[in-house]
Nanobody, 118 residues
Framework: QVHLVESGGGLVQPGGSLRLSCAAS????????MGWYRQVPGKEREMVAT???????NYADSVKGRFTVTRDNDKDIVYLQMNSLKPEDTAVYFC????????????WGQGTQVTVSP
């Protein structure tokens, strides 16, 4: 019954920008660490960015300085602003929610496709 729904993916040219959104329902949003992960065929799913309940952030080295993760606790939405996009950013991007507590609960969205190409 928990739902994480990503949106905002699509086709963009190299150097362009895109903003992904993840809307959460049926969780106490402010208590979860939220994150974005991505995956391409033949590779492991990798962490792109995370944001804690206190708004501390972490980024993969490959996206640092180009991507920004934010959250809106009033609307239960986490965002990923992606600038200066490169072809190697092409992947399916997944939203993640993690309680990080003694009784850990982890949820995933269905994913949204991002394609960076001329």
């Amino acid at each position: 019954q928990v739902h994480l729904v990503e949106s905002g993916g699509g086709l963009v040219q190299p150097g362009g920008s895109l903003r992904l959104s993840c809307a959460a329902s049926q969780i106490t949003f402010r208590r979860y660490v939220m994150g974005w992960y991505r995956q391409v065929p033949g590779k492991e799913r990798e962490m792109v960015a995370t944001i804690s309940t206190g708004n501390s952030t972490n980024y993969a080295d490959s996206v640092k300085g180009r991507f920004t993760v934010t959250r809106d606790n009033d609307k239960d939405i986490v965002y990923l602003q992606m600038n200066s996009l490169k072809p190697e950013d092409t992947a399916v991007y997944f939203c993640n929610a993690d309680s990080k507590g003694l009784f850990t609960r982890v949820f995933w969205g269905q994913g949204t496709q991002v394609t960076v190409s001329p």
